[in-house]
Protein backbone atom coordinates (compact mmCIF):
# COMPACT_ATOMS: atom_id res chain seq x y z
CA UNK A 1 0.00 0.00 0.00
CA UNK A 2 1.81 3.08 -1.07
CA UNK A 3 1.18 6.50 0.15
CA UNK A 4 -0.95 9.11 -2.24
CA UNK A 5 1.31 11.98 -0.08
CA UNK A 6 4.59 12.21 0.57
CA UNK A 7 5.07 11.27 3.87
CA UNK A 8 6.05 14.55 6.36
CA UNK A 9 7.74 14.24 9.64
CA UNK A 10 7.31 15.96 13.07
CA UNK A 11 7.20 16.06 17.00
CA UNK A 12 4.02 14.64 18.78
CA UNK A 13 2.82 17.12 21.19
CA UNK A 14 -0.80 16.31 22.04
CA UNK A 15 -4.02 14.16 20.73
CA UNK A 16 -7.45 15.57 22.04
CA UNK A 17 -10.91 14.77 21.53
CA UNK A 18 -10.05 11.83 20.23
CA UNK A 19 -9.58 13.21 16.47
CA UNK A 20 -7.14 15.99 16.81
CA UNK A 21 -3.22 15.84 17.47
CA UNK A 22 -0.64 18.43 17.13
CA UNK A 23 2.26 18.18 15.72
CA UNK A 24 5.74 20.49 16.47
CA UNK A 25 6.94 20.95 12.81
CA UNK A 26 10.41 22.85 12.94
CA UNK A 27 9.24 26.01 14.57
CA UNK A 28 5.22 25.99 14.51
CA UNK A 29 2.86 23.54 15.90
CA UNK A 30 0.00 22.19 12.90
CA UNK A 31 -3.29 20.36 13.87
CA UNK A 32 -3.83 16.95 12.37
CA UNK A 33 -6.22 14.62 12.15
CA UNK A 34 -6.01 11.51 13.72
CA UNK A 35 -7.66 8.42 12.06
CA UNK A 36 -7.72 6.04 14.95
CA UNK A 37 -10.80 5.82 17.29
CA UNK A 38 -8.90 3.56 19.81
CA UNK A 39 -6.89 4.58 23.17
CA UNK A 40 -3.44 4.03 21.25
CA UNK A 41 -2.59 3.18 24.19
CA UNK A 42 1.72 3.48 24.71
CA UNK A 43 1.72 5.71 21.37
CA UNK A 44 0.87 9.13 22.87
CA UNK A 45 3.94 10.41 24.65
CA UNK A 46 4.91 13.83 24.03
CA UNK A 47 7.72 13.90 21.97
CA UNK A 48 7.47 11.07 20.30
CA UNK A 49 8.30 11.56 16.29
CA UNK A 50 5.56 11.42 14.32
CA UNK A 51 4.84 11.20 10.33
CA UNK A 52 2.19 12.78 8.62
CA UNK A 53 0.48 13.86 5.01
CA UNK A 54 -0.87 16.83 4.07
CA UNK A 55 -4.05 16.96 1.09
CA UNK A 56 -4.82 20.32 -0.23
CA UNK A 57 -8.12 19.05 -1.07
CA UNK A 58 -10.46 22.35 0.31
CA UNK A 59 -13.33 20.16 1.02
CA UNK A 60 -11.47 18.54 4.11
CA UNK A 61 -11.53 20.60 7.30
CA UNK A 62 -7.96 19.57 8.42
CA UNK A 63 -5.55 19.12 5.69
CA UNK A 64 -2.73 17.40 7.83
CA UNK A 65 -3.32 13.55 8.57
CA UNK A 66 -1.07 11.44 11.50
CA UNK A 67 0.03 8.14 9.78
CA UNK A 68 2.54 6.40 11.57
CA UNK A 69 4.08 7.01 15.33
CA UNK A 70 7.74 6.17 16.14
CA UNK A 71 8.51 4.88 19.65
CA UNK A 72 12.34 3.51 19.93
CA UNK A 73 13.10 3.53 16.78
CA UNK A 74 10.36 1.35 15.31
CA UNK A 75 7.46 2.59 13.96
CA UNK A 76 3.25 2.00 14.48
CA UNK A 77 1.02 2.65 11.89
CA UNK A 78 -2.15 4.38 13.57
CA UNK A 79 -4.62 5.10 10.60
CA UNK A 80 -7.17 2.70 11.04
CA UNK A 81 -8.34 3.52 7.58
CA UNK A 82 -5.72 2.19 5.83
CA UNK A 83 -5.47 -1.90 7.27
CA UNK A 84 -8.46 -2.65 4.79
CA UNK A 85 -5.95 -1.76 1.85
CA UNK A 86 -2.91 -3.11 3.42
CA UNK A 87 -4.87 -6.35 3.69
CA UNK A 88 -6.30 -6.36 0.35
CA UNK A 89 -2.88 -6.00 -1.58
CA UNK A 90 -1.37 -9.01 0.37
CA UNK A 91 -5.07 -11.07 -0.12
CA UNK A 92 -5.00 -10.66 -4.22
CA UNK A 93 -1.50 -10.93 -4.34
CA UNK A 94 -1.53 -14.72 -2.60
CA UNK A 95 0.10 -14.10 0.63
CA UNK A 96 -2.43 -14.51 3.17
CA UNK A 97 -5.06 -16.88 1.77
CA UNK A 98 -5.00 -18.84 -1.89
CA UNK A 99 -8.04 -17.40 -4.29
CA UNK A 100 -8.62 -19.85 -6.79
CA UNK A 101 -9.12 -18.68 -10.81
CA UNK A 102 -12.16 -19.23 -9.92
CA UNK A 103 -13.23 -17.23 -6.95
CA UNK A 104 -14.61 -13.94 -6.75
CA UNK A 105 -13.67 -11.63 -4.22
CA UNK A 106 -15.95 -8.73 -2.69
CA UNK A 107 -15.03 -6.05 -0.72
CA UNK A 108 -17.22 -4.76 1.91
CA UNK A 109 -20.07 -7.38 1.34
CA UNK A 110 -23.03 -7.43 3.06
CA UNK A 111 -23.90 -10.31 5.40
CA UNK A 112 -27.41 -9.18 6.74
CA UNK A 113 -29.54 -5.83 7.39
CA UNK A 114 -26.96 -4.45 10.04
CA UNK A 115 -23.50 -6.06 9.32
CA UNK A 116 -20.72 -5.71 6.18
CA UNK A 117 -17.79 -8.15 6.49
CA UNK A 118 -14.50 -6.16 5.35
CA UNK A 119 -13.93 -9.01 2.72
CA UNK A 120 -15.95 -12.32 0.93
CA UNK A 121 -14.41 -14.78 -1.43
CA UNK A 122 -17.25 -16.54 -3.33
CA UNK A 123 -16.26 -20.27 -4.34
CA UNK A 124 -17.79 -23.07 -6.21
CA UNK A 125 -17.87 -24.90 -2.86
CA UNK A 126 -18.18 -22.85 0.48
CA UNK A 127 -17.60 -18.85 0.82
CA UNK A 128 -15.59 -17.32 3.02
CA UNK A 129 -16.27 -13.90 5.02
CA UNK A 130 -13.36 -12.18 6.53
CA UNK A 131 -13.10 -9.31 9.01
CA UNK A 132 -9.80 -7.60 9.28
CA UNK A 133 -9.04 -5.64 12.72
CA UNK A 134 -5.90 -3.16 13.11
CA UNK A 135 -3.67 -3.48 16.00
CA UNK A 136 -1.12 -0.92 17.27
CA UNK A 137 -1.21 -2.42 21.46
CA UNK A 138 1.58 -3.66 22.85
CA UNK A 139 2.78 -3.83 26.42
CA UNK A 140 4.97 -6.50 26.61
CA UNK A 141 8.19 -7.23 24.74
CA UNK A 142 7.60 -8.66 21.11
CA UNK A 143 3.65 -8.65 22.04
CA UNK A 144 1.13 -7.80 20.07
CA UNK A 145 -2.01 -7.29 21.73
CA UNK A 146 -6.16 -6.43 20.67
CA UNK A 147 -8.01 -4.68 21.64
CA UNK A 148 -6.80 -1.42 23.09
CA UNK A 149 -9.90 -0.53 24.55
CA UNK A 150 -13.63 -2.39 25.21
CA UNK A 151 -14.91 -3.02 21.68
CA UNK A 152 -18.73 -3.18 21.32
CA UNK A 153 -18.18 -3.37 17.53
CA UNK A 154 -15.80 -6.36 17.77
CA UNK A 155 -18.21 -8.63 19.95
CA UNK A 156 -20.90 -7.55 17.05
CA UNK A 157 -18.24 -8.97 14.10
CA UNK A 158 -17.98 -12.14 16.65
CA UNK A 159 -20.89 -12.76 16.73
CA UNK A 160 -22.35 -12.66 13.50
CA UNK A 161 -18.91 -14.61 12.42
CA UNK A 162 -20.73 -17.16 14.35
CA UNK A 163 -23.65 -16.46 12.61
CA UNK A 164 -21.75 -16.75 9.55
CA UNK A 165 -20.19 -20.28 10.19
CA UNK A 166 -23.70 -21.85 11.26
CA UNK A 167 -24.89 -21.09 7.58
CA UNK A 168 -22.17 -23.27 6.65
CA UNK A 169 -19.60 -19.83 5.46
CA UNK A 170 -15.77 -20.52 6.16
CA UNK A 171 -15.12 -17.77 8.88
CA UNK A 172 -11.78 -15.74 9.39
CA UNK A 173 -10.59 -12.93 11.44
CA UNK A 174 -7.23 -11.25 10.71
CA UNK A 175 -5.29 -9.49 12.75
CA UNK A 176 -3.28 -6.47 11.15
CA UNK A 177 -0.36 -5.51 13.65
CA UNK A 178 0.90 -1.92 12.45
CA UNK A 179 4.27 -2.51 13.76
CA UNK A 180 7.90 -4.19 13.24
CA UNK A 181 8.68 -5.42 16.53
CA UNK A 182 6.56 -8.02 17.59
CA UNK A 183 6.32 -11.73 17.11
CA UNK A 184 3.59 -13.05 19.07
CA UNK A 185 0.14 -11.66 19.40
CA UNK A 186 -2.41 -12.01 21.87
CA UNK A 187 -5.85 -11.16 23.29
CA UNK A 188 -6.05 -8.39 25.64
CA UNK A 189 -8.39 -10.06 28.03
CA UNK A 190 -7.99 -7.78 30.75
CA UNK A 191 -9.21 -5.09 28.87
CA UNK A 192 -12.00 -7.20 27.49
CA UNK A 193 -12.77 -10.09 29.08
CA UNK A 194 -16.02 -10.37 26.91
CA UNK A 195 -13.97 -10.19 23.57
CA UNK A 196 -11.79 -12.84 24.92
CA UNK A 197 -14.64 -15.39 26.11
CA UNK A 198 -16.55 -14.51 22.44
CA UNK A 199 -13.34 -15.21 20.83
CA UNK A 200 -12.58 -18.34 22.38
CA UNK A 201 -16.20 -19.88 21.81
CA UNK A 202 -15.90 -18.65 18.00
CA UNK A 203 -12.58 -20.61 17.79
CA UNK A 204 -13.81 -24.14 19.19
CA UNK A 205 -16.54 -22.86 15.82
CA UNK A 206 -14.22 -23.13 13.48
CA UNK A 207 -12.97 -18.95 13.22
CA UNK A 208 -9.74 -19.03 11.58
CA UNK A 209 -7.22 -16.92 13.04
CA UNK A 210 -4.49 -15.24 10.92
CA UNK A 211 -2.05 -12.28 12.29
CA UNK A 212 0.60 -10.28 10.25
CA UNK A 213 2.96 -7.95 11.30
CA UNK A 214 3.94 -5.32 8.72
CA UNK A 215 6.85 -3.60 6.71
CA UNK A 216 7.14 0.11 6.45
CA UNK A 217 8.76 1.20 3.12
CA UNK A 218 9.37 4.70 2.38
CA UNK A 219 6.44 5.65 0.45
CA UNK A 220 4.73 2.53 1.90
CA UNK A 221 3.12 0.04 4.45
CA UNK A 222 3.02 -3.69 3.67
CA UNK A 223 2.33 -6.83 5.23
CA UNK A 224 5.32 -8.97 6.32
CA UNK A 225 5.72 -11.73 8.48
CA UNK A 226 2.89 -14.41 9.66
CA UNK A 227 2.75 -14.17 13.75
CA UNK A 228 2.18 -16.87 16.84
CA UNK A 229 -1.62 -16.60 18.07
CA UNK A 230 -0.84 -17.52 21.57
CA UNK A 231 -4.67 -18.69 22.05
Not at 58 to 86: A, D, F, M, P
Not at 188 to 217: G, H, R, S
Request: hydrophobic letters at 35%.
Amino acid sequence: MKFKETLLQGTLIKRYKRFFVDIKVKNKVITAHCPNTGSMMGLLKSGNKVWFTENNDSNRKLKYTLQIIELKGKKVGVNTHLTNKIFHEALINGKIIKIKKTDVLFKEKKFNANTRFDFFIKSKDKGSYIEVKNVTLSRCKNLAEFPDSVTERGLKHLSELIEAKNRGFNIYLAFVIQREDCKEFSIAEDIDPKYKKLLTFALKNKLNVICYDCKFLSKGIIINNKINFIK
